[in-house]
């Protein structure tokens, strides 16, 4: 994600704030003013913004002073004005108690606000680190633009103030936020990573004008579509603007692929990735003794396996663990003259590539542009977007946020760096819902009436989708070198280890699997009678050409089949294995399937068996002598719609 969120406590996490990150992650020094230390350390004032800065007579824009911060944020959230409040109260002749009173915004709270930390995507900030100056600024303001809006949307769907017994009642609030945003220019690596922390104030006003408190578990639980938001905003203005276009990368294999604008060398993002390998060094430490580690009697003392939930623990520790300390902040200008000479020097990039940076994207752009048409099909996303859900929750239950971030996500995909209508993911949501998902909720619970919270699983039945999760991989042989990928360099491992030692079996990732679960159940329907989106041949190929990495495109608009013509099942010509092995090893735009032959295979049967099962439906259904014959029930229809059992709630786990 690139939306990161923590909470900001009224105590020792508040001075950590003021102390160092107004003033750009540096250090500031003692008995210094803070707009002091903000120019020597080279960084803008932060900046208020939000709707709900009339209530306070503040206005968009208006630079943060080191009190407005200090009440709002770190004594128990008072009004930025309290310390004028309580002395015009008391000049009034009120005593202290009802001069304090009155610059308090209801009750005292120790969480006081949340941090957002907005970061673009590593080919958009390296744009910004190595282009001109018009290159940064309009970067720049694509990304103050999308912060804005990610900000409304929280303002507008997800904040809600909760009051009465045990938060019985829920309301948005009115006025709108609060947030006072700050721009750093650079990670603690000193590589360039343009983001901006927005502290978000969880003070909100009523409809009676009382103060209340944000619940901070809202905006916990839609992190991930307010990222999933911010990429696909901050991409689109920046594309359009600047003439680029985006392609889906590969980062870890297996998983979700992430859109970078196309064009820019992968071997930029690697020399701003220097932090990532000493994490993955120590990450790839941490599961060795994860899946070594043994107790008093020398049993296991955890599965011999490294789960994703496992990993995510360790990754977090390897973070800490190798985080170096704050390096001393440099105005924007030189940390730019630093960053291009040091990626010339450094980077094993061509120097004229680098000088030239935004003109190789802008023709990579126009060759993506002129072979990929951005066809967005409401139905047919419904069924990508809804399948990738299922299958990536446990269980298989989800709330509408989990399908409003994969709307957001799969139209980043589609439309590969174009605007699109504001409204677009919504439809698409509610087009999953009406038409794939089933309400599992608990009406008789509070939560369970709200809309954000109804539970919903999907309506197909588990056996018609791809086979399940695949037993963890064997260990391998100590005395076998693994396979090297062209593109990357080699993993580095720990001093005086043996290669295979270091070849940590792990549970296979789900997203692979929710791709080709989309295809089938996208083929089912294609392919079935009484199906919703019977007659949408020209459609799918449509959304296939804008999907598919560009190397698998179907060519010839003359195969689209006609509507009046039953499409046949199971063709196994549209894929180009040649071109797909030459795809996997370019690397680039090729969106985390890792498609074999197998796979392939598999992921036909299962278009060949729905099409002959379709056709033997439509044979019965058509049968003369059965045309007035009732048919029971048969056991498989009623496990297709049949909700699941209600159990516990593992959505958030899963990482949506």
């Known amino acids: 994600m690139t939306v990161d969120i923590r909470v900001v406590r009224a105590g020792q996490m508040y001075r950590y704030y003021l102390r160092e990150t107004v003033v750009g992650d540096g250090r500031r020094p003692a008995r210094t003013p803070l707009r002091a230390a903000q120019d020597q350390a080279g960084v803008p004032a932060g900046r208020w913004m939000g709707r709900g800065l009339a209530a306070f007579g503040l206005a968009p824009g208006e630079e943060v002073t080191e009190a407005q911060l200090r009440n709002l944020f770190g004594e128990w959230g008072r009004h930025p ?27 005292r709270v120790m969480v006081t606000g949340v941090d957002f930390v907005f970061r673009p995507q590593p080919t958009i900030y390296l ?15 694509a990304h103050e633009c999308a912060i804005v809006r990610v900000l409304e949307w929280i303002e507008d769907e997800v904040a809600v103030i909760r009051y009465g017994k045990d938060g019985i009642y829920r309301v948005r609030p009115p006025g709108g936020l609060v947030a006072a945003r700050f721009r750093h220019y650079e990670a603690r690596s000193g590589r360039p990573l343009l983001h901006d922390h927005v502290l978000l104030s969880v003070k909100g006003q009523r409809l009676d004008g009382k103060w209340g408190s944000i619940h901070t578990t809202a905006l916990y639980e839609n992190t991930v579509a307010a990222s999933a938001l911010y990429n696909e905003l901050v991409a689109a203005e920046v594309c359009e603007t600047l003439g680029l276009a985006t392609e ?23 020399w701003t990735a220097r932090r990532s390998d000493q994490i993955a060094t120590c990450l790839s430490e941490l599961e060795h003794e994860y899946v070594t580690a043994v107790d008093d009697d020398g049993e296991p003392r955890f599965l011999p396996v490294v789960s994703e939930r496992a990993r995510a623990k360790l990754n977090t520790i390897a973070a800490r663990k190798t985080r170096p300390p704050k390096q001393k902040t440099r105005p924007l ?61 446990d269980g298989g239950r989800f709330h509408r946020r989990h399908l409003l971030a994969e709307a957001r996500r799969h139209l980043a995909l589609i439309l590969r760096g174009r605007r699109r209508d504001p ?54 042989d100590p005395d076998r070198q693994p396979p090297t990928d062209p593109g990357e360099p080699a993993a580095l491992r720990p001093p005086g280890q043996d290669t295979g030692e270091w ?10 699997r929710a791709v080709l679960a989309g295809a089938v159940v996208r083929e089912k329907l294609r392919t079935t009678t009484t199906a919703v989106v019977r007659g949408r041949a020209y459609d799918v190929v449509a959304h296939q050409q804008a999907a598919m990495p560009e190397q698998l495109l179907a060519s010839a608009a003359g195969e689209v089949e006609h509507d009046d013509q039953e499409p046949e099942a199971g063709r196994g010509e549209a894929i ?12 680039t735009d090729v969106e985390a399937l890792d498609l074999t032959a197998d796979r392939l295979r598999r ?25 007035d014959a009732v048919h029971p029930v048969r056991r498989d229809d009623q496990q297709a719609h049949r909700p699941q059992q209600p159990g516990p709630h593992r959505g958030r786990e899963a990482g949506h």
């Open 603 to 627: 992921l036909q049967d299962v278009f060949t068996k729905a099409g002959e099962d379709a056709r033997t439906r439509a044979a019965r259904a058509t049968a003369p002598d059965d045309a």
């Open 333 to 393: 200008a030189q940390l730019r003259a630093r960053w291009k000479t040091s990626a010339i020097l450094t980077s094993k990039v061509a120097a004229d590539v680098i000088n030239s940076l935004l003109e190789y994207a802008r023709a990579a752009a126009a060759a993506i542009r002129a072979r990929v048409a951005a066809v967005v099909d409401i139905a047919l996303a419904a069924v990508d977007v809804a399948a990738t859900v299922f299958v990536m929750n």
């Open 423 to 476: 409204d677009l993911d919504e439809k698409i949501v509610a087009a999953a819902i009406s038409t794939h998902c089933l309400d599992i909720s608990e009406p008789k619970t509070t939560i369970g009436r709200l809309s954000e919270y109804r539970l919903y699983t999907a309506r197909w039945d588990l056996a018609d989708l791809p086979g399940r999760r695949r037993p963890p991989t064997p260990a391998p």
């Open 503 to 512: 070849e940590i079996p792990r549970i296979p990732l789900q997203y692979e």
């Open 81 to 107: 004005y309290a310390d004028r409040i309580e002395a015009e109260r008391l000049a009034a002749g009120a005593s202290p108690r009802e001069a304090f009173k009155a610059g308090a915004l209801g009750r």
């Open 248 to 270: 889906p990368r590969t980062v870890t294999p297996g998983r979700r692929p992430v859109m970078e604008i196309a064009g820019v060398p992968y071997g930029l993002i690697r």
């Open 576 to 587: 180009d294995m040649t071109a797909l092995r030459a795809l996997r090893e370019s690397r």
């Open 127 to 141: 744009l910004w680190a190595l282009g001109d100056e018009e290159t940064r600024r309009v970067i720049e303001a």
